[in-house]
Structures are given as structure tokens and as C-alpha cells.
């Protein structure tokens, strides 16, 4: 297949929003929108990736990073003037330029992968994904002949209202033969309705200069879903929930009721875990096999846990590492904690591990018992078997030593407060 260079718009302000972050930075199942559509990028093996960026330039740049070259549309003129803002970028290119929007990242890598394929396969200047769904306003529609061939795309503002009633609409994915995409993308008139250039009116172009131009049709009307409002953005999320989970059990995983169960993205669980209801796995956490979490348990982003942990209900953990073994099953805190196999973190333990200004460390050894309502003010030690009784409160630096039982609360007034 031809090489292949990646263009993503995301100048847009996304109005419909109401926000003052750019929409494409919105968290998904805990990731930016637009992370979603630079991972399918790159998992296309694009040598290069753009990204249109406007609105809120920088907030947008910054996300983006190294992982595309960023380019500027000072004024949101339309989709094909923001296509030719990369073309210096891709002169003398001579293989495919995949477009997309930034603000789709529920675009599936297969389906791409197929549009490409067909793209190649039937030598077309631009092929475009087009899907069938129930309701279609909104979108452009696709046109075509009485023998069925694409012809055209029709912006809903510019649709009559037979045309209106087409179901095929343009998903806003294309790929285009770069040396025709830089011909004729100079060559699109602005639309007198939308006073905007239109990517789409490429298409007529290239029909009118005797080019071949095909479509990929899906009917899987989730694959399209533009973000433009909060209520597609919660849409979004219960997609993607679903698949989580799915694949989370495909593997495995006992989720004894996924309608209360929120996984968000990039979250590992090993075989035979069980996850109760009600719980909250956010980003990037890692469980082992033979865990047991929840009900009510909210595992928040930087936690690990080892093989056979058991964690209850209404227990947090944040940033902080469990062992294999590790019991902590009511009641509990852990934030920034490093805890040894076995341990036990009793009922209401909590690690005061932030001082307002700094977040600060708990280590508690292999084997250690901590006892009901114990506070371990960080940064502090526990060492392997040790014991707190119950109600103590392990004051900051006061290490309690290896095999050495601590008891008692030394909450006394001592001085006045540092700010
Ligand atoms: C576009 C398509 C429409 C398609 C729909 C799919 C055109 C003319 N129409 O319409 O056929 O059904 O997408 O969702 O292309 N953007 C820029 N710079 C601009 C304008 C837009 O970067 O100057 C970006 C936006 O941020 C967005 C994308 O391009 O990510 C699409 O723009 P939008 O205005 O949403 O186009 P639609 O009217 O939805
Ligand atoms: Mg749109």
C-alpha cells in the first residue's frame, strides 16, 4: 500500500460545548478526545501526523506534543481551507492523505484500515466513509446516480428537502491521493450559504476532471459519532464503558454487574479477578489475577495491585502500590502508599499523605497489621510485621520498626499552625 500522511482537524471551537476547554481535550474514559484519534494514526503506521489547530492553539499543541506536527488555521475559513494550511507540508508527497476530525475517537482502526484498502484497490483519488444511519441531520448527505455512483456531497444547509431525506451521510474521513488532494484543494470555491470552503466540494472536482472517487460504507452508526455536544460526549462515554468491559471479561474477568461498573481506558485486570458493583477503575491502574475489588471501591490512576489483593468497600487508593495479598477490605484511604505482601490495612485506615503542600510517602512492610482507624500521617514507616493497634495515629516520621507493635493517639495541641 502507498505511504501514508495523517491529517486531523481540530481548529474548530466546538460551540455547541459551551466550554472553555477545547472539546477535543475533553477526558473520554479518562483520555483527551484527541489522544483517541492520534493512537488510530499511529496505529496506521502514518508517517507523519497533522493536526489543524485554531481555537485555543496552544491548549491543543500542548496535548499533542511530539506525537504530530502542529499546524496553525489563524481563522476557521472551512474544512478544505484547513486542509491547505498543511499542504506546504506535503508537497511532493506522493502517497495517501488520510483526513479525519479531531473530535471522532470513536473511529474504529479496522474500519480505516478497510478504507485504505479500498482506496488502493480501486485506485481512487479520494475515497470517503460514508454511513448509513437512522437519523441523518445534520451531516452531509451522499449522493449518488440511478446506478448508485457517488456523484457528490450535499451540506445539510444546502440540501433540499429530497435530499434531506438520504440516510448515507459523510462520515468526514477520507483518503485522498496526495498529488490530486494538493491540485485541486486550491481550486474549491468558497459556499455562498456557510461562507465556508468546503473539503467536501473536492469531490465534485475530481468527478468533473475525469478521477475516480469511491466510498466505503459502514452501518455501524457509532463509528461517526462527532462529539458535539456534553450529551455525545456522555453518549461516548457508556460506547466505549461497554466495550471496556467487554473485553474485560473476554479476558477473564468476573464484572458481576457491568451497568455499575466504570472501567475507564487503558486499565489492565489479570484473570479471575472479580470486581463487585459500584466501583470506579480510572486510568492506567493495573490489577493482578485473583483480586477481588469493590463493591464501592474507587481505584484512581497510579495504583497497582499484585496478585490475590482484596479491596472493599468504600475504599480509595491513589497513586500508591499493593503487594500480592494485600487485605484492605472497609473503611480506607491509601494515597501515595507502598505496601508489602500480605499486609493488612484495617477497617477506616487512613494515610494523611498530603501536609498542603506536598504529597508524601507511606511504607508499610510485608506481613504488617494495621489496626481499625489507624492514621499514618506520610511521610512515615511501617515495618515488615509490624503492628499499629487500633486507633493509633502514627505521627510523621515516628517509624514503627520491624516486628514492633505501636499503640495510641498523640493528638495533643503542640503549636501553631505553618502556612
Ligand atoms: C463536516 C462535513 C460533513 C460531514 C461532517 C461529519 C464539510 C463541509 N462537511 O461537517 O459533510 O457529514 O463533517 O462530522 O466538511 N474544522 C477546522 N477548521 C475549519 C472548520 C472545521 O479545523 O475551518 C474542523 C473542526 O474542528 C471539526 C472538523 O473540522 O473537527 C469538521 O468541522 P465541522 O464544522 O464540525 O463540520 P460539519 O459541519 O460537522
Ligand atoms: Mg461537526
Given at each position: 500500500m502507498a505511504q501514508l500522511k495523517t491529517i486531523i482537524l481540530?481548529?474548530?471551537?466546538?460551540?455547541?460545548?459551551?466550554?472553555?476547554?477545547?472539546?477535543?481535550l475533553h477526558l473520554l474514559a479518562g483520555k483527551p478526545v484527541l489522544n483517541y484519534v492520534l493512537d488510530v494514526a499511529e496505529n496506521l503506521s502514518s508517517l507523519k501526523t497533522y493536526v489543524v489547530v485554531g481555537h485555543q492553539a496552544e491548549r491543543v499543541a500542548q496535548l499533542v506534543g511530539a506525537r504530530a506536527v502542529i499546524v496553525e488555521?489563524?481563522?476557521?475559513?472551512g474544512t478544505a481551507h484547513a486542509v491547505q494550511m498543511c499542504m506546504r507540508h506535503l508537497k511532493g508527497f506522493r502517497g495517501d492523505v488520510l483526513v479525519m476530525c479531531?473530535?471522532?475517537?470513536?473511529?474504529?482502526k479496522g474500519l480505516l484500515r478497510q478504507l485504505l484498502t479500498r482506496h488502493a484497490r480501486t485506485k481512487s483519488v479520494g475515497t470517503v466513509l460514508t454511513a448509513n444511519i437512522q437519523d441523518p441531520s445534520g451531516y452531509g448527505r451522499i449522493m449518488r446516480d440511478a446506478k448508485g455512483a457517488f456523484i457528490a456531497i450535499r451540506e445539510e444547509k444546502d440540501a433540499s428537502a429530497d435530499e434531506k431525506k438520504i440516510h448515507e451521510i459523510n462520515t468526514g474521513v477520507y483518503c485522498f491521493k496526495a498529488d490530486a488532494l494538493l491540485k485541486f484543494i486550491t481550486r474549491v470555491r468558497r459556499n455562498?450559504?456557510?461562507k465556508e470552503f468546503y473539503l467536501t466540494d473536492t469531490i465534485e472536482l475530481f468527478l468533473a476532471n475525469g478521477l475516480k472517487v469511491e466510498t466505503l460504507v459502514t452501518n455501524?452508526?457509532?463509528?461517526?459519532?462527532?462529539?458535539?455536544?456534553r450529551a455525545d460526549l456522555a453518549l461516548a462515554e457508556a460506547i466505549l464503558r461497554e466495550k471496556i468491559l467487554k473485553r474485560l471479561m473476554a479476558d477473564g474477568?468476573?464484572?458481576?454487574?457491568p451497568a455499575t461498573t466504570y472501567v475507564e481506558n487503558g486499565v489492565t485486570i489479570g484473570q479471575d479477578t472479580v470486581i463487585y458493583p459500584c466501583t470506579y477503575i480510572h486510568h492506567g491502574v493495573r490489577i493482578g489475577k485473583n483480586c477481588s475489588v469493590g463493591p464501592f471501591a474507587r481505584l484512581r490512576p497510579g495504583t497497582v495491585l499484585g496478585n490475590g489483593v482484596a479491596v472493599g468497600n468504600f475504599a480509595e487508593i491513589s497513586r500508591s502500590q499493593l503487594a500480592d495479598g494485600v487485605t484492605m477490605k472497609h473503611f480506607s484511604f491509601l494515597g501515595d502508599a507502598r505496601v508489602g505482601a500480605e499486609a493488612n490495612i484495617g477497617c477506616g485506615t487512613v494515610t494523611a499523605n498530603y501536609d498542603g503542600k506536598n504529597k508524601n510517602v507511606t511504607k508499610i512492610g510485608k506481613g504488617a497489621f494495621i489496626g481499625c482507624d489507624t492514621i499514618l500521617v506520610a511521610p512515615v514507616e511501617v515495618g515488615d510485621g509490624a503492628m499499629a493497634g487500633a486507633g493509633s495515629v502514627v505521627a510523621r516520621g515516628r517509624n514503627i520498626p520491624a516486628g514492633m507493635l505501636a499503640v495510641g493517639m498523640p493528638a495533643r495541641v503542640i503549636k501553631k499552625v505553618n502556612k
Open positions: 481540530a481548529a474548530g471551537k466546538g460551540t455547541r460545548f459551551k466550554s472553555d476547554t477545547p472539546k477535543v488555521q489563524k481563522e476557521q475559513l479531531g473530535d471522532t475517537p470513536l473511529l474504529d455562498e450559504n456557510k455501524d452508526w457509532t463509528v461517526n459519532l462527532g462529539l458535539n455536544t474477568v468476573t464484572i458481576t454487574d
